[in-house]
C-alpha cells in the first residue's frame, strides 16, 4: 500500500514540474505581436469623441476629462503604429485638445463647445490631408435629455 502511495505521489510530482516547464519556455517564433489597424484606432477614437462631447453637455467634467487623455493617447498611437500614413500637421489636433482641457478644468461649457468644434474640425482636417476625406466626422445630434446610445453607463456626474 505504501508503495502505491509513494507511485502516486511521485506521479503527481512529476506531472506539476512537467507544467512548470512547459511554461519557463520563451514564446514560439512564429508567434506575433498584435498591432491595431489604424482603422481600428479611429474607431474605439470616434467612440470616445462621442463620450466626450456627451459628457461636455451633461457636465459631467471627470469623465470630459478621462475621455480627452485616452483620446490623446489614441492620436499618439496612431502616429507611433502608422508612420507612413500622410497626415496633417498634428499641432491643430493638439491645440484644440489643450482648448478643450482647459475648458474642463474652469469647468466652462460654452468654452468646452468651441474648444469641440475645433476638434472636430482638426480631425476632419487630418482626414482629407490623409486622403481619408470621406470619412467625416461631426458633432453628435443626440439632445443630453435623451437616452445615451451607452445604455449601460451612466454619464451622470458624482
Known sequence: MKIKHRVVIAALAM???FSVLADAQP???????????????MVVTQLRHFKLWYAGQV????LA???LAQMRASFEDAK???PNIPVADTTTITQSADEIGTA???KDGAKFRK???????????????????????KEPRLSPIE???FSDESFSPK
Not at 514564446?27 to 484606432?41: A, H, M
Not at 457636465?59 to 471627470?62: A, M, T
Not at 469641440?116 to 481619408?132: E, Y
Request: proline fraction near 5%.
Open 27 to 41: 514564446p514560439v517564433k512564429s508567434q506575433q505581436l498584435y498591432l491595431p489597424r489604424l482603422g481600428d484606432i
Open 59 to 62: 457636465r459631467n467634467w471627470e
Open 147 to 149: 437616452t445615451s446610445p
Open 15 to 17: 506531472g506539476t514540474s
Open 65 to 67: 476629462n478621462y475621455e
Open 104 to 106: 474642463i478644468a474652469e
Open 80 to 82: 507611433r503604429l502608422s
Open 115 to 137: 474648444a469641440f468644434d475645433r476638434l472636430t474640425s482638426a480631425c476632419n482636417s487630418c482626414h482629407q490631408a490623409a486622403g481619408f476625406g470621406f470619412i467625416a466626422i
